[in-house]
């Protein structure tokens, strides 16, 4: 259980690049900001990342392997603060970091 997601949400991969989503649901906000949906993607910008051989090989994208289990909009699972997504291509966790504080789902 936690607070549902916005677009307000800073989201971060294991290495500190930010992601920001590819498609906030708008039919939904709170705090006048729309909520975020898990199957979009997110870009992630910033991916400091780099290979033991030196090279860059940062996080590029993040994908939500679950969502809320209760609360949907347009047919999809909302996220929720905490939801710990997987980074393309590294596999690293991607966190939603918390924000709102008003509603609370599961």
Same mark, same amino acid.
């Given at each position: *259980?936690?607070?549902?997601?916005?677009?307000?949400?800073?989201?971060? !991969?294991?290495?500190?690049?930010?992601? @920001?989503?590819?498609?906030?649901? =708008?039919?939904?906000?709170?705090?006048?900001? =729309?909520?975020?949906? @898990?199957?979009?993607?997110?870009?992630?910008?910033? !991916?400091?990342?780099?290979?033991?051989?030196?090279?860059?090989?940062? !996080?590029?994208?993040?994908?939500? =392997?679950?969502?809320?289990? &209760?609360? &949907?909009? *347009?047919? @999809?699972?909302?996220?929720?603060?905490?939801? &710990?997504?997987?980074? $393309?291509?590294?596999? $690293?966790?991607?966190?939603?970091? =918390?924000? @709102?504080?008003?509603? &609370?789902?599961?």
């Amino acid at each position: *259980m936690g607070f549902l997601a916005t677009i307000a949400n800073t989201v971060l !991969c294991g290495h500190g690049g930010k992601a @920001q989503p590819t498609a906030p649901n =708008p039919r939904v906000r709170l705090g006048g900001k =729309p909520i975020v949906t @898990q199957p979009p993607p997110y870009l992630i910008a910033g !991916c400091p990342h780099l290979t033991e051989g030196g090279s860059p090989l940062p !996080c590029v994208s993040a994908l939500w =392997p679950t969502g809320a289990l &209760r609360l &949907r909009s *347009m047919g @999809q699972a909302l996220l929720l603060d905490g939801d &710990r997504g997987v980074s $393309v291509p590294n596999g $690293v966790a991607v966190s939603i970091l =918390p924000g @709102q504080t008003r509603v &609370r789902g599961r």
